[in-house]
């Protein structure tokens, strides 16, 4: 068994050099393993029983850059599959919570190996379910083992002796212990790496798990579910349940034994969780604790005597990567009115350069958008914008053979800093461009969402950048870097205001969010 003074310092995972033929080369065959998959039926898995659907009940899973192409049927889960894997979870839960931190830790660190080896299989999956490039796939199983990684450290620290300041004649100590069952509820944008955090967070702390992955992304998380077997984690403590978000997701969200509900995702669903669970249910005696981080608008700021070619490599790396589909994506670049022209020529080059396409090679750095419905609903915002300002670049669907969900990274100038697109979440490759008549303007402009995700600044006055570290409320500040890419254990992440509860994911707070401390003090006789 692994104890806290045998365990290494932590470090992130190093991400794979795909300029190396051979890294290359793992990853086109691993692509080729997994689509020899495709078309298969998937169980749910409660208690450790598989449970197969008797018709045709399936979520469908479909590559999203040739939609004809069925990743896998996934068993939908019913209120009855609901209510078993409630009881399952309940049933663990009493021996789970008793097997010690550092055993639980154990399980996750095996997790962390295994998922280490099969590195280009499950980037393979995500390339495929979802559309990530080679990079960005590999980026993020690389911070699904962090996850790992950093929570089953961070339970270590948990469990160790916790100051409390001595008293005479009493013998006093303070320990970490769980909630009970969790209901885990991530989004399909990192449909591993927050997935696995959220879920290993949980059980490390020693709840057990009702996982409710996207209807999006069932197959990468079913991968998960298997390693997690594979690391011999006892039956009960996960229970993996796809299923609709609108049936299901409420009936666990209001059901009296949920004890806490962990979820990322969007605004509109996350508050409604937290309005759901915050209503107690007959023969429920506790207060339910919500976890729920949400979307953003997030800004990246130029100031007028910035780096032009920094900034601007920063904002289309920012916006596009992923196709613009991260919480922390570019979508609104403030920059000051002296360099805005010069920065936006740059920004179109760049954009115009990037490659679009399926995602077989480690070439094409950008991949479908994630399901007919965020396309139709990109597309809406992209004819918006085109009346609320000057599209600069794209501006369309990608057209393929394949008809897949592929649109044009798309740059609009000149809008305005309260316009929609300035203003709501698109989730799609598209930056507005917003003029500042000065650094205060850019710092109003840069707040003046309901949002506070993440943000960047681009500039050369330390003056400003310690303004901008005191003004600019978002949960993750960059100073002259790109606001994408936050490490576990390095960048903490979570947001303000309707960005979610600020939990800071891959933080040292993180786990505090899954426990409940208790206070023990003996007499001394
Ligand atoms: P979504 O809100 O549509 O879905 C998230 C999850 O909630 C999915 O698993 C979905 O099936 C489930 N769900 C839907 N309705 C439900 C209900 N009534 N009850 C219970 N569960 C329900 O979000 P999405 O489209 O999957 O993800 C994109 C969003 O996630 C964006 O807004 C993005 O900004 C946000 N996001 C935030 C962070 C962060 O750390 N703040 C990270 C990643 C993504």
């Not at 998959?37 to 009940?57: C, N, R, S, V």
């Not at 990684?149 to 013998?171: C, I």
Request: neutral net charge.
């Amino acid at each position: 068994m692994i104890t806290e003074s045998r365990v290494k310092e932590f470090v992130n995972e190093p991400f794979t050099d795909f300029s190396k033929p051979e890294n290359k080369q793992a990853m086109e065959k691993a692509i080729e393993t997994v689509r020899s998959t495709f078309g298969q039926k998937y169980p749910l898995i409660i208690d450790g029983k598989e449970i197969m659907a008797k018709g045709d009940d399936f979520i469908v899973s479909t590559n999203p850059a040739d939609p004809k192409e069925v990743i896998g049927y996934f068993t939908k889960a019913t209120q009855k599959d609901a209510d078993a894997a409630m009881q399952a979870a309940l049933t663990a839960f009493e021996s789970w919570k008793k097997v010690s931190p550092e055993k639980r830790a154990d399980y996750v660190f095996k997790a962390a190996e295994i998922m280490r080896k099969r590195k280009f299989e499950l980037s393979a999956w995500l390339t495929q379910e979802i559309g990530k490039s080679f990079a960005e796939a590999d980026g993020d199983v690389a911070e699904a083992i962090d996850f790992c990684e950093f929570y089953a450290r961070e339970m270590l620290r948990f469990a160790g002796k916790q100051p409390v300041t001595p008293y005479p004649g009493e013998d006093n100590k303070l320990v970490y212990i769980p909630l009970g069952v969790g209901l885990v509820i991530p989004p399909w944008n990192f449909p591993l790496a927050i997935l696995v955090g959220m879920t290993t967070a949980s059980i490390v702390a020693g709840n057990t798990v009702i996982l409710k992955p996207s209807s999006d992304t069932p197959a990468i998380a079913y991968q998960f579910i298997r390693i997690m077997q594979e690391a011999g984690l006892p039956a009960g403590v996960i229970n993996f349940m796809p299923g609709p978000g609108a049936s299901v997701g409420d009936y666990l969200v209001t059901h009296p034994k949920t004890r806490f509900i962990s979820f990322t995702g969007s605004k509109e669903v996350g508050l409604r969780i937290n309005e759901l669970a915050a209503k107690p249910n007959k023969g429920q005696i506790w207060i339910k604790r919500v976890v729920a981080e949400m979307g953003g608008k997030d800004s990246i700021i130029v100031d007028k005597d910035a780096d032009a070619e920094e900034a601007a490599q920063g904002i289309v790396s920012s916006a596009f990567g992923f196709q613009g589909q991260k919480c922390s994506a570019c979508s609104r670049a403030i920059v000051h009115k002296d360099i805005y022209d010069k920065v936006l020529e740059k920004v179109v080059e760049k954009t115009k350069k990037l490659s679009i396409g399926k995602i077989e090679s480690s070439d094409v750095l950008m991949g479908p958008v994630a399901s007919k419905s965020a396309y139709e609903s990109i597309l809406k915002y992209i004819e918006v914008g085109s009346k609320e300002g000057r599209v600069v670049a794209g501006g369309k669907a990608h057209q393929t053979p394949s008809n897949g969900y592929f649109i044009e990274p798309t740059v609009i100038a000149d809008v305005d800093p309260k316009a929609t697109i300035a203003q709501e979440e698109i989730f799609g490759p598209v930056l507005a461009f917003i003029k500042a008549d000065s650094w205060e303007n850019a710092i109003e402009i840069g707040n003046n969402t309901e949002f506070g995700l993440t943000g960047a600044v681009y500039s050369n006055s330390r003056e400003h950048l310690k303004e901008a570290a005191e003004d600019f409320h978002v949960g993750n500040l960059y100073l002259n870097r790109k606001c994408t890419g936050a490490l576990v254990g390095v960048h903490p992440f979570g947001g303000f205001n309707m960005s979610g509860t600020d939990s800071k994911a891959g933080g040292r707070d993180y786990l505090l969010l899954f426990m409940q401390a208790k206070s023990i003090s003996e007499k001394i006789k």
